[in-house]
């Protein structure tokens, strides 16, 4: 039986990681160098979306909660690696958001 409070920690990081995925996108999406932003935008949309489905799929307590881990470590990851190639604030704080949802979903794992 999974431990309460690793759910509220994981579902907590998730959503605070799709909260800064989601600012980072609306501030790439306003800088001068849009281009260079294309990753950047492309990842804090799919990894926002993610991080939301994965905190839904934790207070349901799915029977896919390991799969769905998974993959919201590999879309923080991905976000995370692309955020620190870029030197904006917005970017900075996505990226640390990304790695403690990253690092809050391996918890879960050990636990499933």
Known sequence: MLNELKYKECIEACLQCMNACN?????????????MLR???????????????????MSRKSPFLKEICELCIKACDACAEECEKHDHEHCKQC???????AEACREMLKQI
């Open 23 to 35: 600012v980072c996108y609306v501030s790439c999406l306003k800088e001068y160098e849009l281009a």
């Open 39 to 57: 990753d950047c935008i492309t990842l804090d949309r799919e990894c926002a979306d993610i991080c939301a489905f994965a905190a839904q799929a």
């Open 95 to 101: 990226a640390e958001a990304c790695r403690q949802c």
